[in-house]
């Protein structure tokens, strides 16, 4: 049997975390410039914490998302590597999961994804291409003016980013809490190790 | 794991981390170059989108916006070019005049659309005879702002001298009696009450810019 993650997938699944922690954190400090909403971040929890080297920031963690995405969109589409399948997804069987999930059944086995990943991760998918289409229009306002078209003008367009950021973060908590409560899939992401199909 | 340690090591050492941050802003020049298309032009609005009350911004509070008398002022025009020349705001005025109305964005991301006329830029530096071939052009300013942009930047058709705010002769806070106008980039980059321009091959940089913004800028 395979190894869940190749070490390629776990390079990726790293640098994607640490970018999206980078352009994340920084990105909250940049939002404090100017924010539309009646919050800040606090200036602690953000990268570089005013708006000058968080943008400095910002742009290096662009570049290695950029270089990590795109890495990992080849590998899935044309090498159909890169990950368990994320299809099919049938309605009946995450209605299952759910009901099993309420009874505090949790299916694991590292390698395949449930109905429940297959659909989150989809989500996740969806949430990071509209946070880069939304980054590339704030960033390229006039050059990819297309874009911002698409998404309402300029000023709705940063409000697309925030709210794509806002649901990458809910996906991220909901992540390490699954991790917390099946640990040795930490292994698996770490070390490529395939363990015993588990049920817990 | 070793590259969330090395990168946390970069992050804690400011002689590691500030040289590589400038590189990835000097690579950020390079694709922005590339990616400029000079014949792209600006989303344009109606006179009826102009954000009312158009915002001020600058690096000191609005009163100590510089007052300049219209008639004293003189925009100097030097450097790369072949005939030095100061213009006055008639010599401005007396070339054909172009209106805008373009949006505005600021690096802290908020935005506001706006209503400009004046001279391109393209008609004074031909004007003058320019050397096209030069890098940089650099605006300085009666209130010591500085900043600099790029030749192609600089004759992209709306980048203007802006003399007009919403068909009146630009108010104090908003650069008078001459701003640069160019909606193809970041609002630092729109000089206001600009007292010479410069072109030349050696990099300018800017006010803002020498202190980490990225130079190209563009939108």
């Known amino acids: 049997m395979p190894k869940a993650f190749s070490p390629l997938t776990r390079l990726l699944h790293w640098l994607n975390a640490v970018c999206v922690l980078g352009l994340t954190t920084s990105g909250w400090a940049i939002y404090n410039a100017a924010p539309f909403y009646p919050f800040e971040f606090p200036k602690e929890i953000t990268l570089g914490g005013y708006l000058t080297p968080a943008l400095r920031w910002h742009f290096l963690f662009m570049w290695g998302l950029m270089f990590g995405a795109t890495l990992q969109i080849f590998l899935r589409v044309f090498l159909a590597r890169g990950g368990p399948a994320l299809s099919p997804i049938h309605s009946k069987i995450l209605a299952e999961e759910f009901v099993d999930t309420l009874k505090l059944r949790l299916m694991h086995s590292a390698g395949i994804y449930v109905h429940t990943q297959r659909l989150l991760y989809l989500t996740v998918f969806a949430l990071f291409v509209l946070v880069i289409l939304s980054g590339l229009a704030l960033w390229k306002p006039v050059q990819l003016q297309f874009i911002a078209e698409g998404l309402g003008g300029y000023e709705a367009v940063r409000r697309w980013h925030f709210w794509s950021m806002a649901g990458l973060v809910g996906f991220i908590l909901i992540h390490v809490a699954m991790v917390m409560i099946v640990p040795s899939t930490l292994l698996v992401m770490l070390f490529g190790a395939q363990p015993e199909k588990e049920k817990e | ?219």
């Open chain 2, 1 to 219: 794991m070793t590259f969330v340690g090395g990168t946390a090591g970069v992050m804690s050492f400011p002689s590691l981390r500030e040289p590589a941050l400038d590189r990835v802003s000097d690579f950020n020049d390079k694709v922005q170059d590339v990616l400029f298309d000079p014949t792209t032009l600006a989303q344009v609005y109606e006179p009826s989108d102009v954000t009312s009350p158009f915002p001020f911004n600058a690096f000191y509070p609005e009163s100590y916006a510089p007052r300049i008398q219209g008639s004293d002022w003189r925009l100097s025009v030097d450097g790369l070019i072949e005939k030095q020349h100061d213009f006055s705001i008639s010599e401005l005025r007396a070339f054909p005049q172009e209106t805008q109305v373009t949006r505005l964005i600021c690096i802290e991301g908020w935005s506001a659309v706006g209503e400009w006329s004046g001279v391109p830029l393209s008609s004074v530096l031909n004007f003058v005879g320019a050397d096209l071939s030069a890098k940089f052009v650099e605006f300085r300013c009666a209130d010591d702002y500085r900043t600099s942009i790029d030749m192609k930047s600089a004759f992209h058709p709306q980048t203007i001298l802006a003399l007009d705010f919403l068909g009146r002769s630009l108010p104090v806070p908003y650069g008078a009696p001459c701003r640069l106008r160019i909606p193809t980039k970041l609002g630092f980059k729109n000089a206001k009450s600009i007292t010479e321009i410069r072109v030349t091959n050696v990099y300018p940089g800017g006010y803002w810019e020498d202190q980490g913004y990225n130079w190209f800028a563009g939108l």
